[in-house]
């Protein structure tokens, strides 16, 4: 049992250092990952030790926002003509939406698979976090990687060892922890066009050490686990295995990757990684960052929307250079309406999620009042009655950043609000800019 917990710690090793920096690791930014030079030798090794390679599933590709953007720069509204140009956008969004469904439909069906045990692994995660978070040296923890390393290890045992691992993991046999293994990867598992969350695990047998090939398949099948059998001690079989770290967790981990090194006596090694990637729903420049405000803005159509800044004159004196036209609000309609179409319902979209809410919950739309083409394609894009888009440009006109508030004054005054209900506002302005919040009443 004692060599067990020697490969074992070895597994949480590797897995802390893929959490954190400490200890002299280098943690590389992902943008950085076209950079780094592989070892095409160590990667065919790695290919050539394999004895068994499990299969992960596949998922449907989920759309990005670049698409999005470039499809809507295919379609011009002062070419095409309104109702053209309504269309089109309306292919655009059914477009995105089938392909959004077709893979969130796919997750959640590899998500239901199997049998889970969901009370076992938060007894063990309690269990676990509380022990080693316990000390007073600053450790990273995984449980999801202890968990199914430890399950995996089950499998490879017998006797009082494999009781004590069952025990442990709160289960009863390891049809339980494969199931449980199962649940726990299928459950982490998903990839965007934006991020990744994936578990990986390898087990490394010493070539002179014989396997079940019926074990090495379970561990294939339900925990996702590939098999090599190596000379252990020796260089090539410690680039491969870093080979293996580098493929599973971005090449972000190439300087602990660098410094694994096995030796002869070693029987077996167990190997799990935890590997994180996504990006901000707006992203972050360092170059164009500063302290203030947060907001939704596309700088790029700054001349679409903008009021020029003016010398301020006495309006009552007759010597006066500017002309007053100057001072009005500048506005080109076709490319803010163009802009409006794609950014508005990203930035619903973006409030729905955050606040757990779906659109058929919707109530009512109190949005920025500046053009009915806008609220239609609201309207159409969420499967709302025009009836639910709060509309007073017909008694007001464009009231600019006023809308939204004048908006919900109107509709409590009117009786319109209720407890309980559910509210979506949203606005753009000059920047260009754009936003959107959910109220609960």
């Known amino acids: 049992m004692k060599r067990f917990i020697t490969l074992l710690l070895t597994a949480a090793m590797v897995l802390s250092l893929a959490a954190c920096g400490d200890n002299g690791t280098t943690i590389r930014n992902e943008n950085e990952k076209d950079n780094v030079k592989k070892d095409p030798i160590a990667a065919q090794y790695l290919q050539d030790l394999a004895v068994k390679t499990a299969a992960y599933p596949e ?25 053209a140009y309504e269309k089109a956008q309306d292919k655009i969004w059914e477009d995105w939406d089938a392909r959004s469904t077709k893979y969130y439909d796919a997750l959640r069906a590899l998500r239901s698979e199997g049998t889970a045990h969901p009370d076992a692994f938060l007894g063990f995660t309690k269990s676990a976090a509380g022990a080693l978070l316990s ?14 390393a430890l399950a995996m290890l089950s499998e490879t045992t017998d006797g009082d060892s494999r009781a004590q691992l069952l025990s442990l993991l709160g289960l009863d046999d390891t049809a339980e922890a494969r199931a449980t293994g ?85 029987v077996m090694l167990l190997l799990t990684t935890l590997y994180f990637k996504d990006q901000w729903s707006s992203e972050f420049w360092a170059d164009a960052t500063k302290k203030d405000t947060f907001t939704a803005a596309d700088g790029s159509g700054a001349e679409y929307l903008h009021m020029e800044a003016l010398p301020v004159e006495d309006p009552l004196s007759g010597d006066r250079t500017v002309d007053p036209k100057a001072r009005f609000l500048k506005m080109q309609g076709a490319p803010v309406v163009r802009f409006t179409a794609r950014a508005v319902p990203l930035a619903i979209d973006t409030a729905l999620k955050r606040a757990g809410v779906t659109a ?82």
């Open 59 to 83: 998922l449907p590709a989920m759309p990005s926002e670049t698409e999005l953007d470039e499809a809507f720069s295919t379609i011009d509204y002062d070419k095409m003509g309104a109702e």
């Open 360 to 441: 058929e919950e919707i109530d009512w739309v109190g949005p920025h009042q500046a053009n009915l083409r806008i609220l239609d394609v609201i309207a159409r894009r969420y499967h709302l009655p025009k009836e639910k888009i709060y509309v007073n440009m017909d008694r007001f006109g464009n009231t600019s950043s006023a809308s939204v508030p004048i908006c919900l004054n109107e509709m409590r005054k009117n009786g319109l609000l209720h407890e309980g209900q559910t509210i979506v506002c949203t606005g753009f302005g000059g920047g260009l800019t754009y936003g959107a919040f959910v109220l609960k009443l």
């Open 135 to 148: 000390g007073e040296d600053n450790v990273i923890v995984s449980p999801a990687n202890l968990y199914l």
């Open 182 to 266: 199962n649940y726990v990867w299928r459950n982490l598992y998903g990839e965007t066009s934006t991020g990744k969350t994936q578990l990986a695990s390898s087990v490394w047998l010493n070539e002179n050490v014989p396997y079940n090939e019926e074990t090495l398949q379970v561990l294939a099948e339900q925990y996702l686990a590939s098999t090599f059998s190596a000379p252990m001690g020796d260089e090539k079989t410690d680039k491969a295995i870093g080979e293996w770290i580098n493929e599973n967790t971005g090449d972000l981990l190439q300087d602990a990757a660098g410094n694994i090194q096995t030796k002869p006596k070693t």
